[in-house]
């Protein structure tokens, strides 16, 4: 069926276009991802520009970030923009005009069902298709309406004692100006790619003068994630000859020997995940350098910790290194917002709508709110029972804890790199193929350990019961 909206229509000058597909032509990336790339690469520049052109001039400093971000919606995705710009000013006349007390269901509602609307316009359009299009920067977009309407809700409608340090912090006692809205919202750092952040963290980076000797310099850093960034992008194009999401499904890769598959998987996962890291380190140099993401003590922030994903002790270090924006968006306003008893299930029920509605990501978000669990029981349960007991016995030896990290480790990255793979494939068929890879087996074994541990822990309530009565009938009889 046709597309009504009509994606391919031409809005740049002739010369542009063929310019671009001749960079396609050479470095063997879409003209899609070469206007994203191209835009990573100027934004750096920019961003200096920011920080030591602009300095100490606040208002420049917010016009230039909107105007720049605008040029870039354009460049990349042409009338599109309007969706952004649209969804921005209704969430800015809502900042007005909704009721404040119920300002934080605006603003979790609205910028997450027109999201959805995009992604399912875009998956019935372009089913499994990786061209990249409005659904990108509007991802970015949504996390700001939603954290800027919760802010201004703390803010204006809870004492400060009811709020946690975190909101406290992030908390809005008035509407930004239109000015700094804009601003915000299109900043060229991060319009495309993220990652985003709250308001209140925007506005510390820009009302910084970087050229006062006192101030940090982003110099080193961007020098430094540039290079690493480099190092990713030269890491998938070479690797993604020999293993990538493509070649996983041919039949070579499907009639490997079972001893290989592990290792492929793996292999796949990693090639695949380096294009992230490629892109997000590019965003970083530009953020960093326009002078935004500043935690003190010399640290800036990043949007991914590759070798924390690649090396994890545990669960939590994949979570929590992965795309670090968007766990801040989550566990800001959904995790710490719902009752503890289902903030895990709600937070990954909320991601996954964040990213679309393919089968592979409802499934890589299933998978993984179990192993979350399973995760969270081995360290109450068996780490505490025996390696922690065992090293006491050992007169305080950690060879034991060590060899349990080192497997758990790999245990961890190789789950998240199996259901990875069926989280980038998105279609139900193509995740039976990776599952029927290696036979279910590493399904099987999540789904018995899960059953091992909820059984352990019915047995512990069952003992803790009868404790319980034992010792109120001995009190009983006393008492007689």
Not at 68 to 97: D, E, K, N, R, S
Not at 239 to 258: D, I, R, W
């Amino acid at each position: 069926m046709e597309d009504p909206f009509n994606r391919d229509v031409k809005y740049l000058p002739e010369a542009v276009d063929t310019f671009l597909i001749e960079i396609s032509n050479t470095i063997g990336f879409p003209v899609d991802q070469v206007k994203s790339l191209l835009c990573l690469l100027v934004n750096i520049p920019l961003g200096f520009f920011v920080s030591f052109g602009l300095a100490s001039n606040y208002t420049a400093k917010h016009l230039f970030f909107a105007l720049m971000g605008f040029a870039q919606l354009f460049f990349c995705y042409g009338y599109h923009m309007y969706h952004p710009i649209g969804t921005a000013a209704i969430t800015y006349l809502a900042l007005y005009i909704f009721p404040r007390k119920k300002l934080h269901y605006f603003g979790m509602i609205f910028p997450v069902f027109y999201l959805s609307f995009l992604h399912i316009y875009r998956q019935y359009y372009d089913y499994g298709g990786f061209r990249m299009d409005i659904t990108s920067p509007q991802m970015v977009l949504t996390q700001k309406m939603c954290s800027i309407a919760f802010d201004l809700y703390d803010g204006t409608t809870k004492k400060e004692e009811d709020l946690t340090p975190t909101q406290k912090k992030l908390a809005l006692k008035k509407v930004p100006s239109l000015l700094h809205y804009i601003g915000y919202m299109f900043n060229f750092t991060t319009v495309t790619t993220g990652p985003s952040s709250s308001f209140k963290e925007y506005l510390a980076g820009v009302e910084t003068d970087y050229t006062k000797k006192d101030s940090p310099n982003p110099t080193m850093f961007v020098l430094k994630s540039f290079l690493f960034g480099l190092g990713w992008g030269l890491f998938h194009t070479l690797v993604g000859q020999y293993v990538s999401k493509e070649l996983f499904f041919n039949e070579e890769t499907q009639s490997m020997p079972l001893y290989l598959r592990p290792l492929i998987i793996h292999a796949t996962a990693v090639q695949i995940r380096s294009l992230y890291y490629f892109a997000w380190a590019l965003a970083d140099c530009s953020s960093v350098a326009a002078g935004l993401g500043y935690q003190g003590n010399g640290n800036w922030f990043v949007q991914v910790q590759p070798f924390s994903i690649e090396m994890p002790m545990n669960m939590r270090d994949i979570t929590s290194c992965w795309n670090r924006g968007t766990n801040n968006w989550l566990r800001r306003y959904a995790y710490e917002r719902v009752s503890p008893s289902y903030a895990q299930f709600y937070t990954f029920m909320l991601s996954a709508f964040w990213h679309g509605f393919y089968p592979g990501y409802y499934l890589f978000f299933f998978i993984a709110n179990f192993m979350n669990e399973i995760a969270r029981q081995c360290r109450r349960q068996f780490r505490a029972k025996y390696i922690d007991e065992t090293e006491k016995l050992l007169n305080g030896s950690r060879a034991l804890k060590v060899l349990y990290d080192i497997v758990g480790g790999y245990i961890t990255v190789f789950m998240m790199s199996y259901i990875g793979i069926v989280f980038s494939s998105f279609s139900l068929e193509k995740a039976l193929i990776v599952f029927k890879y290696v036979y279910f087996v590493p399904l099987i074994g999540e789904a018995l350990v899960f059953a091992y541990f909820k059984m352990g822990a019915k047995k512990n309530r069952k003992s803790k019961k009868g404790t319980s009565q034992e010792v109120g009938s001995s009190e009983t009889k006393k008492e007689k």
